[in-house]
């Protein structure tokens, strides 16, 4: 596809006078079961091939492309209790050992995120099934619940969180508040009159939603301008599209956007890495040591 696109611009001046040209140069090629020919990109040249299409390409944001309603971004920070860091600074060594597989690095990784969630999920030794440990204190989900109380009457808001866990903590505590809502998550049985209440219902205040459902349709979210994220998406990917279920051609009004962020926790570190435009989960795999070391803030 790119060969016959440029050659369409400038015909063949870039990429070559024909596919086969370019396929020797980028390719290599396989005889495949069919009695054809598989070409399968060389990584080694990907340098090159930027280069060579610097001057036939431009790139813009996708913001700049259409007019968007305004955007206010907050990040709220709060403590992790005595008893979470305990658990915290446990993970931390875990990850860190030497010796540690990529599957325990990953495991420990997720074990980080959810304490500082206000829980930690473990797995019955004598069962083998799944269990969760709920914390007495969890300073997060007491900063979203007062903020969620500061929302306007005529506004509705949108939860993002990671693990069904959260989702669960979050709409329990919003029950025994009284304010009516819908969670939307993988469980869930009726999606249709979730979406018909949350839009319709003007005594739904909000919807609770996992990420991974939320991030990639559901186009009603704009009917919501307050957007909060308990867990924020690892991949920078997911996390732009989180943020544009609200913020996109109909929304009328101001975003207000904020993150829930346990002090001292990958929390922090999951959104410097988004501006970099680079996923903490994949370098802590990499390299945990320089990830977590005491040097990067």
Known sequence: MLWSQLNLVDGGESLGDTLGLFRAAFFTEKRNYWGGYDY???????????????????????DECIELPPLVAEI?????PDEASSY????????????????????AFIRMR???????????????????????????????????????????????????????????ALKDLGVRHEWLWGGAKDARGIEDRFVNDERVRGIVLNHKMGAFSLDYLSRANYLFFFESPVPVIAREQAERRPRRLGQKRTVFQFDLCCRGTVDSRILSF???GLDLGKAILRDPDSVLGEGRK
């Open 76 to 80: 709220e920070e709060v403590s992790l």
């Open 40 to 62: 399968e990109f060389k990584r080694s040249t990907k340098r090159e091939l930027n280069r060579i299409l610097q001057h036939r390409s431009i790139t813009y944001r996708w």
């Open 88 to 107: 915290y600074a446990q993970f931390v060594r875990q990850i860190k050992r030497s010796r540690a597989s990529m599957q325990e690095r990953q495991n």
């Open 274 to 276: 988004h501006r970099e």
């Open 114 to 172: 959810q304490v500082s969630s206000g829980f930690v999920g473990f797995t019955d030794d004598e069962t083998g099934e799944r269990a969760e440990i709920a914390f007495d204190i969890n300073p997060k989900l007491d900063r979203l619940l007062e903020l969620i109380a500061q929302v306007p009457p005529k506004s509705k808001w949108i939860v993002f969180h990671e693990f069904t866990y959260s989702g669960r903590l979050i709409t329990n």
